[in-house]
């Protein structure tokens, strides 16, 4: 970071408090997006138990 005239005390490099928290909070987003849709598809039965996928029950499937 540049040191302004205005300036009394230079600033220390790297992220704020606040870029840090944003960067924090969008790492737990994204990971409890991730984990929500793991429950979910496992909940609905869109995934066995070894994570891949399956195919969907008879009553989802579009009749011809």
Do not use: C, H, I, K
């Amino acid at each position: 970071m540049t040191n302004d005239p205005g300036e009394t005390t230079w600033r220390r490099p790297g992220p704020t408090v606040g870029e840090g928290r944003r960067d924090l909070a969008v790492a737990v987003g994204l990971f409890a997006l991730s984990l929500g849709s793991l429950v979910l598809g496992r909940a609905f039965g869109m995934y066995g138990e070894d994570g891949q996928r399956v195919a969907l029950p008879s009553r989802w499937a579009s009749s011809p």
